[in-house]
């Protein structure tokens, strides 16, 4: 069974800081392009960053690039989002993918609040 599990939202205060990682399961993890999305309230799923599977690319979404780091970890099957500096534009869900020619899993979101 796939499995994709985010974990680390939160609520934090505008300029903090928050690690959200996604444990997977079920499929071959380390051949598998991994991707970070959100979405907010009202607004489209969009993609935030993405790490090549050997880790050695990555990309980001302009808005956030200089303040969020994707890394993973394929001896631990998981992929980590570290969001420094954050804003209150960055509240919203936060969803794991993973991605190979057609076939896509997605997580089950974790909550990221950026509140004082």
């Known amino acids: 069974q796939v499995q994709l599990v985010e974990s680390g939202g939160g609520l934090v205060q505008p300029g903090g800081s928050l690690r959200l990682s996604c444990a997977a399961s079920?499929?071959?993890?380390?051949?598998?392009?991994m991707n970070w999305y959100r979405q907010a309230p009202g607004k489209e799923r969009d993609l935030v960053a993405g790490?090549?599977?050997?880790?050695?690319?990555?990309n980001y979404v302009d808005s956030v690039k200089g303040r969020f780091t994707i890394s993973r970890d394929n001896a631990k099957n998981t992929v980590y989002l570290e969001m420094n500096f954050l804003k209150p534009e960055d509240t919203a869900v936060y969803y794991c993918?993973?991605?190979?020619?057609?076939?896509?899993?997605w997580g089950q979101g974790t909550q990221v609040t950026v509140s004082s």
């Open positions: 079920g499929f071959a993890f380390s051949i598998y392009y």
């Open positions: 790490i090549s599977t050997d880790g050695s690319k990555t």
């Open positions: 993918n993973a991605k190979r020619s057609f076939i896509t899993y």
